[in-house]
């Protein structure tokens, strides 16, 4: 049998009809790429379904309530923890939303979800953004002129103790990459002094660097997205010329 005719070569068929129904939105709209785009969230909404029960209800929620079995061998069943079930009516009365009489109702569990990520969003800010600030606050002055670079420390063979040590310096090169840093950092801040008027030159200078260093950020993320996009295009590509056409069709393994 032709492997075109197996169940691989089918389901191999299918995702390649249905790369080929998406990109063809880059010619133009047609009926083509619209089956495929409402297949493709029909399956993404049935796909969703799935992962609220399994990732946010089923472990976090009813496996603790009922006492499921821990997935560690050996370790005692637990008696499982019944106040879980108060979550039940809450999460029900968020559907209230629907319903033009009681949809007062939905507004109780709205609330104390805003309530608790608000709480969270203080930690998740810090962590998110409270290493970047500590990290802005580097040496720009070397502490030792022994090299350079940064050395291989694997080919030093040092002990632990010297390793720490020499670990510890700041290279010549670390510095200068710590004071470029610095500078962006400070010159970028420098151009969101909206709330005055900056007279001092050097207040401008910095200003239009920093605005030049952000046009040159903003630029890489830019370029960087294209690339991840032709990464894309790229293994579409090879899903449809060397696992479909040249292994399938031509049945070249």
């Not at 800010?125 to 802005?136: D, V």
């Not at 950020?217 to 294209?226: K, L, Q, W």
């Amino acid at each position: 049998m032709h492997p075109l005719f197996t169940y691989d070569g089918i389901k191999v068929t299918c995702g390649v009809l249905a790369t080929v129904g998406l990109y063809s939105v880059l010619y133009r709209e047609n009926k083509f790429y619209r089956f495929f785009e409402h297949l493709f969230l029909g399956l993404a909404a049935g796909w969703t379904l799935v992962t609220i029960w399994v990732e946010t209800l089923k472990g976090p929620w009813w496996d603790i309530m009922v006492g499921v079995p821990p997935e560690k061998a050996g370790d005692p069943i637990g008696n499982g923890n019944w106040a879980y079930i108060l979550l039940l009516p809450l999460g029900l009365m968020g559907y209230m939303v629907f319903s033009k009489k009681h949809n007062w109702m939905s507004r109780i569990p709205i609330g104390i979800i805003l309530g608790l990520w608000s709480g969270q969003q203080i930690q998740i800010w810090y962590n998110t953004y409270g290493k970047q600030i500590a990290g802005t606050a580097q040496p720009i002055w070397p502490t030792t002129l022994s090299s350079l670079t940064v050395p291989n420390y694997d080919k030093l063979q040092l002990a632990p103790d010297a390793l720490a040590a020499a670990k510890s310096q700041v290279y010549l090169s670390q510095a200068i990459t710590n004071f470029l840093f610095l500078v962006t950092v400070v010159c970028v801040l420098s151009y969101f002094l909206f709330s005055f008027d900056a007279k001092s030159k050097a207040v401008k200078s910095a200003s239009s660097l920093g605005r030049y260093l952000l046009m040159i950020g903003f630029g890489a993320i830019f370029g960087s997205t294209v690339l991840m996009r032709f990464t894309l295009l790229i293994d579409r590509m090879y899903f449809i010329w060397i696992e479909w056409f040249n292994n399938i069709i031509l049945n070249r393994h």
